[in-house]
């Protein structure tokens, strides 16, 4: 999957000169976490993110007054806070690279730019997480099988053939060889739900024929349920 078809096209930004007020009003308005910014000819120039906004803010233990802080608080632009030294993401690159960027840099967002260098999209951790439920297809297949298989042609065949003999309706498949041991890959086979019977036999027959990691039911039904509500 690209970044181009995850990516927000319709980017909030703003300009250098802008106070850290405004955009940090913006920003919460939004309900953005990262702000680009750009020059006056349109070229991306910065990115500040509210965490940017948080460490900029005068701490509460401040012997400032009310006036004092919002004089100090005026006085500071954005391209004051801004990173210059932007980490980005182009429109064709997979969206697993985009990952891997925020990861290894530790941030949240990265802006999408294209071979001209000019800001077309921003991608985000929430988007992350959609492509991760879209490919999965969670929403649809609540059961999933994992299984640890020898690395060879027509191993995940043999789990299949199974599964859909049991009338299951496999919904996707996800093999890695990452975490597996030496000349194995385990493999996540996620179906559509099977009645209870029939999943309890089909659980029972690829543990005799297969090394089973886990066999793991999804209940959506419980994600308002899944909320910790703590008395004020």
Do not use: C
């Not at 004089?71 to 997979?94: E, G, H, Q």
């Not at 640890?148 to 996800?174: F, N």
Request: no cysteine.
């Amino acid at each position: 999957m690209l970044v181009k078809s995850w990516m927000t096209a319709d980017v909030i930004t703003v300009d250098e000169d802008t106070p850290m007020m405004k955009a940090s009003i913006i920003m919460k308005e939004k309900k953005i976490r990262s702000l680009p910014i750009v020059n006056k000819t349109g070229k991306l120039v910065g990115i500040v993110s509210d965490r940017d906004l948080r460490d900029a803010s005068p701490s509460k233990a401040t012997t400032l007054d009310v006036y004092e802080l919002n004089y100090l608080i005026s006085t500071i632009n954005i391209k004051d806070l801004m990173t210059k030294d932007l980490v980005f993401v182009r429109p064709d690159d997979t969206v697993e690279f985009a990952a891997i960027l925020m990861l290894e840099n530790r941030i949240s967002s990265l802006p999408v730019i294209n071979d001209k260098d000019s800001l077309i999209g921003i991608i985000t951790q929430t988007d992350i997480f959609k492509v991760l439920i879209n490919i999965t297809g969670v929403y649809t297949g609540g059961i999933q099988f994992a299984v640890s298989l020898e690395d060879r042609p027509g191993s995940i065949r043999e789990v299949t053939d199974v599964i859909r003999s049991y009338g299951g309706r496999i919904v996707s498949i996800l093999s890695t060889g990452e975490t597996a041991e030496e000349g194995r890959h385990n493999v996540y086979i996620r179906t559509r739900p099977l009645p209870e019977e029939k999943l309890r036999d089909l659980v029972k027959e690829l543990e005799e024929k297969f090394v089973t990691l886990y066999t793991s039911k999804d209940l959506l039904e419980e994600l308002e349920s899944r909320r910790i509500r703590i008395p004020g």
